[in-house]
Nanobody, 124 residues
Framework: QLQLAESGGDWVQPGGSLTLSCRVSESPLEYYAIGWFRQVPGKEREGVSWISRGGGSTNYANSVKGRSTISRDNAKSTVTLQMNNLTPSDTAIYYC?????????????????WGQGTQVTVSS
């Protein structure tokens, strides 16, 4: 059973940066595309970014485009999401998720495995 574990969530001031990591275990990362989602209590889960199974395609939500970078290291079984110039609106629990689809979308139903989430709080 594929397992995902997020890390890197923290409290940061507006304008700061964070690198979130998603470590995959129990199966090689190369078999999966990975998506990052976030959720604020009381709101729907929002797609943030995804990277294709081969790593050649990426996508970002408009809310993070231009200040975020997703990457993958299959040898380390890790996908990272670098986020810069954070604002209070980025405050959420961030989840990574895996799908066997080679190129996914932001539709959460495509993802069969999810991590437990990591909290990101942006405030002064």
């Amino acid at each position: 059973q594929l397992q995902l574990a997020e890390s890197g969530g923290d409290w940061v001031q507006p304008g700061g940066s964070l690198t979130l990591s998603c470590r995959v275990s129990e199966s090689p990362l190369e078999y999966y595309a990975i998506g990052w989602f976030r959720q604020v209590p009381g709101k729907e889960r929002e797609g943030v970014s995804w990277i294709s199974r081969g790593g050649g395609s990426t996508n970002y939500a408009n809310s993070v485009k231009g200040r975020s970078t997703i990457s993958r290291d299959n040898a380390k079984s890790t996908v990272t999401l670098q986020m810069n110039n954070l604002t209070p609106s980025d405050t959420a629990i961030y989840y990574c998720a895996a799908t066997r689809l080679p190129i996914p979308t932001f539709f959460a139903g495509q993802y069969d495995w999810w991590g437990q989430g990591t909290q990101v709080t942006v405030s002064s």
